[in-house]
């Protein structure tokens, strides 16, 4: 009878770190990749929508639509990349993705301004790419507005109404995000992103690799009990991967000011809990193949494009259809991103966030638990394979 | 050539002998895609918001009702005072507020200046830019309609105020429909994580196992065993593409407007790059982990720097230039012309050749990389 | 085909401060079987690798077949079967699968295949066992399998490196009766082993410790010419204790351990005996038995590797 339940968990512990310090590059991975692809991403990647690649054709040809266009080769938003003869030039170029918007100012539009008359100008979006699409025609209606505005006023200056004042003033204030930087929102998303796959594709082949060789089987023959494996294999990743998480926040900070607003603590338990889902989802999916090549393609497919795309990193959960919404309940990212977001943004504390961390801990002892259950059974697959040719 | 067929033939064997590879191969894809072509939903409607009404006038309720009409916010609650604004911003359950002073209507009526303010979460700076651009867009539309009421009393001068008017057409995706923009591009990841894991795994398994070893001692040439081993996933890749686009057309209804055909042949140029970095990458691996890290370490830039979500010209000078290494890069041009645009060979070319230059090169490194040697 | 069916001449192989083959020379001739003796990590293997095209040589140079090793592996590839030391065949294929996927890389007609593949599953007995996953084999016929994947092409020389590690004593017999049956169809077997009976199955041996050869020859060569000194098998209680005894006699030049017994190496045989008895006899240590026999093949390796080690070291001393 062992002495207590969880004795040997030391054991294991101590053999994975052993094993993990003599293969060095995978330590290399786990501890310094997060933070290079923070680096990396961090300064590639952003959420403003500007420079968008624009083509205009204007029929017109007189001082005001030139001033128009003009309007739109100085501002930051759009990328005025040709000025076309006729319309008819507009569909390759847009098919080509050279532009993702043109704009047609017809022929009338001078004459129609100085009558008096409200022109129309032809705004061509590229819907294909729905994000600068809906964006570009924002943006167009704005400059348009602003440029309408100002013929109006100049218009009342002329006639000597010189004190004319726009009516209303909108006072925008945007709180947690002065700046709307969207690097306070990339980088809490990327850390999520970053940290889930690393994590999960690390531990993804930690037993595979195993039964691969062989030595799961002097393992099963030693009385290690499946939890205290598991344990043991967890634990120093666990410790390694907050190392690495806590590179991730730091480089967060100090590169890219996003630093921590709220409770250190809390974030700390955040980090933990998630961390350790992530290791868990890993195992569970080592104990459920049996080679490392199944494993690594289940790791990566399961984190890569279900955290990015559902864990509201760059598409907000709100609008997605109830169906998919539920799914992301089953995302751990979805919920350390919100948490994350809170407190490093917000400042925001328990209250705020239990129920994140909740799920996180549902998540991390779900998996961790099925893993357990599963190493167990895998003792009943070992009599197919004893069919021995005999000597 | 009975080389390369014999290793082509065990490499099928060998994949239909593995029970959880082919529903991982198959399987996943399909369920990716249907997952994920619903997720994306960039049009950012109703908002939930916070209306705090100080000024209780008819136009403060007028332009307030501007607000809740337009669709694009959604009123969670009405209050008071500012200060009970905080607790629904602070836990999330709105993401703005409008906030109409004191004094709103008599200084409308007065003919000078009244002001709005507009609060938005911005730790989900997403949503917040947009819903600001929204809020300012209608305040200034409800600008204008008094200055042209003002105008109206003002009378005289035989002046019409101006409007310039925007047309706004959506080409190719009319209803703005996320998902004609997000099926291609998932498209295209599927098929590069795919192609490239079993690329670079596969032949590093041979390695670890040590069979790599009794291949290498046969005269199979190393071009005999790189096609050998590499066609087997070009098929693959082929059938889960198929796949792909019988659910992306039949299911999402994502229109295919260009040519399959044309699809295909640059599906297999994408492959070529996929498949060489997939190569090298197991060049440079001598176990299965670390073949797996270093696929891992580069999934992750293709995916996010090839423009699918994050458009290149928003990124800094640097990574626009770097990004022309990426295979991605040209395949989500390709994917989304030849299918939402109906683009064709004269649009396409220029990408098409860069890709394919690319996939060549890659490609020619990884064999050059390639002995039949042990060390 | 050459008499000379490889030659060796000077081969090294230097794995950065390492040196793993160190200037090695030898020939084989053709038909022969051919033994490359050594415990683990003496070079054996990297010699092996060297030869099949598996691993350029630092220096020097080797024909294979009669064709250069670094100049024309490919060719070489053509003519020789290797089996490695650790099982290389493909687990999760059948028997007739690893089979029929090798005869297709050796470009093997379907004709010659189908032959062939009867000749291999017959000598390898593993006749109605076609069908079985190759990871289900027992490790004697797993053997046995790679050996007849290795010749499935009928080359002229094969390749096999500890081709009976982890096998039970009966297997190893009937795997070196299949060695013979190749050695008299004429093709020269050059096999690698740390088992020092086997050695005793080869027609000419090599002995190789710390990447040099040591000593060479024929079996009975070796054992009647290498070591001069007569050697007493001595059965006594408390044998290691009378080990430690021994050892520190200056008239005794080498001691070791035989199962229970002690062999000792002496300068003449009578004043040996005498010595002994009576050295132990002070100890209290009961001697049953004190003969002179003939070395035998193990006697000679441990010889021979004492004496190469004495003078590694009396040169590193004197640099």
Redesign the interface.
Known sequence: MKPFPLCCVRAVIVKEFRQIRRDALSLMFLVFLPGFMLLLFGYALNFDIKHIPLAVVDEDGSRASRDLVDKFRTTEYFDLKAVLPKTAAIDPILAREDVRAALVIPAQFADDLTAGRSPSVQVIVDGSNAMSGTTAAGYVGAILQSYSQRITLRGLARRGFTDVALPLATEVRVWYNPELRSAKFLVPGLMAFILMVIVTVSTAFSVVREKERGTMDQIRVSSIRPMELILGKIIPYVAISLGSAHLVLLLGEVLFGVGIRGSYPLLLLAMVLFVTGALGQGLLISTITRTQQVAFLLAVLTTMLPTFILSGFVFPLRNMPPVVQAVTYLVPGRYFLAALRAIILKGAGLGAIWNQLLFLAVFAVLSIGTSAVRLGKGEKERPRRRRRGGA | MKAILSIIWKEFVQLRRDPRLFPVLFVSPILQLLLLGYAANLDVREIPSVVCDMDQSAASRDLLGRFVNSGYFTIRARVGRMEDIDPFLDNGKAAMAFVMPRGFGDKLAGGSQASVMIIADGAESQSATIGVNYATMIAGRYAQRVILDRFERIRGGGMKPVLVNAEVRVWYNPELRSRNFMVPGVFGLILMIMTMSLASMGIVREKEAGTMEQLIVTPIRPHQLIIGKLLPFVFIGLVEATFVLIIARGWFGVPIRGSVALLYVLCLAFMLNTLGFGLFISTISRTQQQAMFTTTFFIMPMMLLGGFVFPIENMPRFFQVVSHAVPTRYFFIIIRGIMLRGAGWPELWDQAASLAGLGVLILALSVLRFHKKLD | MPELAIEVRSLSKR?GDFIAVDAVSFDVDRGRIFGFLGANGAGKSTTI?ML?????PTSGTATVGGFDIRRE??RV??V?G?M?Q????????TVA?NI????????LSKKDLDQRARWVLEMAGLKG?ER?LT????V??KQRLALG?AVLHEPRIVFLDEPTGGV?P??RRRFWELINDLSERGITVFVTTHYLDEAEYCNDIRLIHAGRIVAGGSPQELKTQVIRNPILEVEADRTVEAMEVLQKEPWVLETSIFGTSLHVSVGDEGEGRRLVLDRLGREGIAVRRVDRIIPSLEDVFIHKIEEHTKAGVAEEARS
């Open positions: 794995f690798r099949c095209g598996l691993l350029d592996p490919e590839k053509c020789i290797y490695s650790k099982f290389s065949l493909y687990e999760d294929l699968e029929r996927f090798f005869g297709g890389a050796y470009g066992r079985s990871r289900t084999l027992s004697g016929w994947c039970d009966a297997s």
